[in-house]
């Protein structure tokens, strides 16, 4: 047994059966050791823990040992590093029971085109920082404060934005700050009751906040928007590593915190802030916004009105399409949240040797069928729960919900079948929103108010399920067993069984009898767009549509940057409010 000994000899870390440091080599293969971790061994399993004694590793690999360091990939001395920054972490999962963990690294040194021209490192490449950068300030006045509708992340980051270059953003919310929402919510989750203005939906922070927590995004970035989203996070309370991981994910006690303290910067920077603040209509002249009406009762003179609306502020939407606000029907999905027992999801992704191990496992399917319908996974929730996400009375639609350390048991997705302005019974803008109603109102009365679940056998066979099979289902809100067919077409129905089969040749077991299905998911995107220029208005000159309501934006990241986009867009045009 090797030992370790504190300044006065004194045996520390006993708890361990083995204790020793971490050798490594430099260019010249000398052997140096890793600084401030040692190495341990308890049960037969290897850990890590700090010269203090604070766990870094858990105890539980069968063996650690390092690589060889930065300094050998690129044949230099570690004196000549002046930094170092991970930027990207992922598993590579594909020669499984082999798993890697792969990190991206960014080196700071002098001389970088002689050193990878010394190195012969194929993996090493010159990066140009790409900084995200406020545009010029534009020329017009401003009479009056702009107003920014809804504190989702379009909303906040718009707000962020104008706030930091001095416009003084006052932003109206209809639901209630985080902390007093989340109450409401773990109370409607409990009890059933419903307030209509302050639950998963509505509130400071918008829809995401009540979900997985996503970070990633597939929208282009060439000016380093994404980026600045993520080190904002950070800079109010978000761990660094969603900087870096390859599908970060932040969580929603995480994210609840991260919104108060943006908020409160906002406030500091000159923001305002006005909760339980619903807008009922709009003054126009000209084409031209004029002012907005607060609760039917209040108006306030704007000529700037960002839109930053969430895909279910269904009673806004009607009160816009009525002014005249150009908008139009768009194609979203619908479908179900299925669950499955976590292990079961790490085993098929990981390979039995990692599955207890490692995170929580994601996973991607989709299915385009012979009958021209695409089904696919849509915010796959790993250790996560289905939630009742309703905000209408006698109406029902559900979600996925993790904690930052994504703990439950089971892993849910929605499994989604693409519906288009054809399948909408009507040719009106609002007409997407009325489908999804109707979906709801047949969910909530298959349950009773309460989450109404099926096993997916007894879905195949068209019968109402009685129990659960081998495992539970994870959910916040209460639930009832039902028969969900009827709810779609025949023919969706057909295509949300063949995509299930599909997705068992990838995912063993996927189309198990006792996976859960819980109904139903209506809200995936926002059944509107409102169309915008390029300068990201919207025909009645001062409203600036953004974000996930508005129809130009599908999660958290995405969301934040399209309104950070139309930020940009008033910046460049107003001068700052003096």
């Given at each position: 047994?090797?030992?370790?000994?504190?300044?006065?000899?004194?045996?520390?870390?006993?708890?361990?059966?083995?204790?020793?440091?971490i050798?490594?080599?430099?260019?010249?293969n000398?052997?140096?050791?890793?600084?401030?971790?040692?190495?341990?061994?308890?049960?037969?399993?290897?850990?890590?823990?700090?010269?203090?004694g604070?766990?870094?590793?858990?105890?539980?690999y069968?063996?650690?040992?390092?690589?060889?360091?930065?300094?050998?990939?690129?044949?230099?001395?570690?004196?000549?590093?002046?930094?170092?920054q991970?930027?990207?972490?992922?598993?590579?999962?594909?020669?499984?029971?082999?798993?890697?963990?792969v990190?991206?690294?960014?080196?700071?040194?002098?001389?970088?085109?002689?050193?990878?021209?010394?190195?012969?490192?194929?993996?090493?490449?010159?990066?140009?920082?790409?900084?995200?950068?406020?545009?010029?300030?534009?020329?017009?006045?401003?009479?009056?404060?702009?107003?920014?509708?809804?504190?989702?992340?379009?909303g906040?980051?718009?707000?962020?934005?104008l706030?930091?270059?001095g416009?003084?953003?006052?932003v109206?919310?209809?639901?209630?700050?985080?902390?007093?929402?989340?109450?409401?919510?773990?109370?409607?989750?409990?009890?059933?009751?419903?307030d209509?203005?302050?639950?998963?939906?509505?509130?400071?922070?918008?829809?995401?906040?009540?979900?997985?927590?996503?970070?990633?995004?597939?929208?282009?970035?060439?000016v380093?928007?994404?980026?600045?989203?993520?080190?904002?996070?950070?800079?109010?309370?978000?761990?660094e590593k969603?900087?870096?991981?390859?599908?970060?994910?932040?969580?929603?006690?995480?994210?609840?915190?991260?919104?108060?303290?943006?908020?409160?910067e906002?406030?500091?920077?000159?923001?305002?802030?006005e909760?339980?603040?619903?807008?009922?209509?709009?003054?126009?002249?000209?084409?031209?916004?004029?002012?907005?009406?607060?609760?039917?009762?209040?108006?306030?003179?704007?000529?700037?009105?960002?839109?930053?609306?969430?895909?279910?502020?269904?009673?806004?939407?009607?009160?816009?399409?009525?002014?005249?606000?150009f908008?139009?029907?768009?194609?979203?999905?619908?479908?179900?949240?299925?669950?499955?027992?976590?292990?079961?999801?790490?085993?098929?992704?990981?390979?039995?040797?990692?599955?207890?191990?490692?995170e929580?496992?994601?996973?991607?399917?989709?299915?385009?069928?012979?009958?021209?319908?695409?089904?696919?996974?849509?915010?796959?929730?790993?250790?996560g729960?289905?939630?009742?996400?309703?905000?209408?009375?006698?109406r029902?639609?559900?979600?996925g919900?993790?904690?930052?350390?994504?703990?439950?048991?089971?892993?849910?997705?929605?499994?989604?079948?693409s519906?288009?302005?054809?399948?909408?019974?009507?040719t009106?803008?609002?007409?997407?929103?009325?489908?999804?109603?109707?979906?709801?109102?047949?969910?909530?009365?298959?349950?009773?108010?309460?989450?109404?679940?099926?096993?997916?056998?007894?879905?195949?066979?068209?019968?109402?399920?009685?129990?659960?099979?081998?495992?539970?289902?994870?959910?916040?809100?209460?639930?009832?067993?039902?028969?969900?067919?009827?709810?779609?077409?025949d023919?969706?129905?057909?295509?949300?069984?063949?995509?299930?089969?599909?997705?068992?040749k990838?995912?063993?077991?996927f189309d198990?009898?006792?996976?859960?299905?819980?109904g139903?998911?209506?809200?995936?995107?926002?059944p509107?767009?409102?169309?915008?220029?390029?300068?990201?208005?919207?025909?009645?000159?001062?409203?600036?549509?953004?974000?996930?309501?508005?129809?130009?934006?599908?999660?958290?990241?995405?969301?934040?940057?399209?309104?950070?986009?139309?930020?940009?867009?008033?910046?460049?045009?107003?001068?700052?409010?003096?």
């Amino acid at each position: 047994k090797t030992k370790a000994l504190d300044s006065n000899n004194k045996e520390i870390f006993t708890d361990f059966e083995q204790i020793e440091s971490i050798p490594n080599t430099d260019e010249q293969n000398n052997v140096w050791y890793e600084s401030n971790v040692l190495k341990v061994k308890k049960d037969g399993k290897y850990g890590l823990i700090d010269l203090d004694g604070k766990e870094i590793l858990k105890a539980e690999y069968s063996e650690i040992f390092a690589m060889p360091g930065i300094e050998n990939s690129l044949k230099i001395k570690k004196d000549q590093i002046k930094k170092l920054q991970i930027v990207k972490k992922s598993i590579d999962a594909r020669k499984k029971p082999d798993i890697s963990i792969v990190y991206s690294v960014d080196v700071w040194v002098d001389n970088e085109e002689k050193i990878l021209k010394h190195s012969g490192n194929k993996n090493a490449v010159c990066v140009k920082e790409k900084k995200y950068k406020v545009p010029e300030h534009g020329t017009e006045c401003m009479n009056h404060r702009p107003v920014v509708i809804g504190a989702g992340p379009a909303g906040l980051f718009c707000a962020y934005l104008l706030a930091r270059e001095g416009y003084r953003p006052l932003v109206f919310e209809r639901g209630k700050k985080v902390g007093e929402r989340t109450e409401d919510v773990l109370h409607f989750w409990k009890t059933g009751v419903l307030d209509p203005a302050s639950n998963v939906q509505f509130g400071e922070g918008g829809a995401g906040t009540f979900s997985d927590g996503k970070l990633n995004t597939l929208v282009k970035d060439p000016v380093g928007r994404s980026r600045f989203v993520l080190d904002t996070f950070v800079s109010f309370g978000a761990p660094e590593k969603i900087t870096y991981e390859n599908k970060p994910h932040i969580g929603t006690d995480i994210l609840s915190k991260v919104i108060a303290a943006m908020r409160e910067e906002i406030l500091h920077l000159g923001g305002t802030f006005e909760f339980e603040s619903c807008v009922t209509d709009i003054r126009v002249e000209n084409q031209k916004i004029k002012a907005v009406e607060i609760n039917h009762n209040t108006w306030m003179e704007t000529e700037v009105c960002v839109l930053a609306l969430g895909h279910s502020a269904r009673d806004t939407f009607e009160m816009l399409h009525k002014t005249g606000l150009f908008m139009e029907p768009k194609a979203f999905a619908v479908g179900f949240r299925v669950e499955h027992p976590q292990r079961d999801i790490n085993r098929s992704q990981y390979g039995e040797k990692y599955a207890e191990l490692l995170e929580a496992a994601p996973y991607k399917v989709t299915a385009n069928l012979a009958n021209g319908s695409g089904v696919y996974s849509f915010c796959m929730c790993p250790g996560g729960y289905v939630v009742n996400a309703s905000s209408e009375e006698k109406r029902l639609a559900v979600n996925g919900m993790s904690y930052s350390d994504r703990g439950s048991k089971n892993a849910n997705s929605a499994i989604i079948v693409s519906v288009t302005p054809d399948d909408f019974e009507g040719t009106d803008a609002l007409s997407g929103v009325e489908f999804q109603r109707r979906l709801e109102e047949k969910a909530f009365a298959l349950g009773n108010g309460k989450i109404p679940q099926q096993l997916f056998g007894d879905y195949c066979e068209n019968k109402k399920s009685t129990g659960y099979g081998t495992f539970s289902s994870e959910t916040r809100g209460e639930t009832a067993f039902s028969n969900l067919r009827g709810l779609f077409s025949d023919e969706m129905e057909q295509s949300f069984i063949e995509g299930m089969h599909s997705f068992a040749k990838h995912i063993p077991d996927f189309d198990r009898k006792d996976a859960i299905l819980s109904g139903v998911e209506s809200r995936t995107s926002s059944p509107i767009r409102i169309r915008r220029d390029e300068v990201f208005e919207a025909n009645i000159r001062g409203i600036y549509p953004c974000g996930e309501g508005a129809g130009y934006a599908g999660g958290i990241t995405s969301a934040a940057m399209d309104g950070m986009k139309v930020a940009e867009a008033v910046i460049q045009k107003y001068q700052p409010l003096k």
